[in-house]
């Protein structure tokens, strides 16, 4: 199993940008995915997730209204958009998938929920 994370770089205050999880290994349609970030001295903090029962989305009060959760089964990919980007953004982003949870996904904060994980994509937010 194998998930990777790329669209992360550096953008100014303000910016967007995508971030991709590519998932291989499983079939993704039966997974739930989160996104999960690591600022420098700060613990991880679970951002985003997505069920893959009803896509129902789940997000932090930190990116909410400013990130977007989404999935492709096809492409076996979910995707994280994110604008309004400030240096608080700045972080080692990390996609996370579990067997599906019925009928909520109700630990998706949690990193012990995650079975598998990505190596993580950096985001700089920065002028």
């Known amino acids: 199993v194998q998930l990777v994370e790329s669209g992360g770089g550096l953008v100014e205050p303000g910016g967007s940008l995508r971030l991709s999880c590519v998932v291989s290994?499983?079939?993704?349609?039966?997974?739930?995915v989160g996104w999960f970030r690591r600022a420098p001295g700060k613990e991880r903090e679970g951002i985003s997730a997505?069920?893959?029962?009803?896509?129902?989305?789940y997000y932090s009060d930190s990116v909410k209204g400013r990130f977007t959760i989404s999935r492709d089964n096809a492409q076996s990919t979910v995707f994280l958009q994110m604008h309004s980007l400030d240096s608080e953004d700045t972080a080692v982003y990390y996609c996370?998938?579990?067997?599906?949870?019925?009928?909520?996904?109700?630990?998706?904060?949690?990193?012990?929920?995650?079975?598998?994980w990505g190596k993580g994509n950096q985001v700089t937010v920065s002028s």
């Open positions: 290994g499983i079939l993704i349609e039966y997974y739930d």
């Open positions: 996370g998938a579990v067997f599906r949870s019925y009928p909520i996904f109700s630990r998706w904060t949690l990193g012990s929920t995650y079975d598998y």
């Open positions: 997505i069920s893959s029962y009803d896509g129902k989305t």
